[in-house]
């Protein structure tokens, strides 16, 4: 999608600190860290929001889980523990309507959000 933030990232039409890329996905460092490490997950392929998946992204959503997974053990999060959420619509916090997948680690977290 031409206008979509995270399409132009994900393209290399907008630079980002690029942590992961495949023909899949891509992984970056957000532009306003919320932790010591607060990296974006997204897919290559454009969708608004998790309300949009399908039965056909599932084996692509769980590729996703695999990813978000095998970051967080390069970055040393496997024993110190992480977050991985995605905010879906503006009530939850959703900013930017591209699918992305928040992970973030490296400091104490508390629960609920708020
Ligand atoms: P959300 O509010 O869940 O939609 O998350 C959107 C995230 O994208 C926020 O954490 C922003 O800081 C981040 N963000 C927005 N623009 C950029 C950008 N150009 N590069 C990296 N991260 C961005």
């Known amino acids: 999608m031409q206008e979509c933030l995270f399409c132009k990232i994900a393209s290399g039409a907008i630079p ?3 942590v992961y890329e495949d023909a899949d996905f891509f992984a970056f460092e957000d532009i306003a860290p919320q932790a010591p490490t607060h990296i974006l997950i997204i897919p290559k392929k454009h969708i608004p929001t998790l309300n949009d998946i399908t039965e056909a992204d599932g084996p692509m959503m ?6 978000a997974s095998k970051i967080a053990r390069e ?3 496997d024993a ?3 977050r ?4 879906c619509l ?3 916090g ?4 591209h699918l992305h997948f928040h992970l973030m680690g490296g400091r104490v977290f508390r ?3 708020g």
Do not use: D, I, T, Y
Request: glycine share 10%; no cysteine.
């Open 16 to 18: 980002s600190k690029k």
């Open 75 to 77: 970055r040393g999060l």
């Open 90 to 92: 503006e009530p939850a």
């Open 111 to 113: 629960w609920p959000p």
């Open 62 to 67: 769980g590729r996703l889980m695999v990813l």
């Open 94 to 97: 959703q900013s930017v309507f």
């Open 80 to 82: 110190k523990g992480f």
């Open 84 to 87: 991985l959420l995605a905010n």
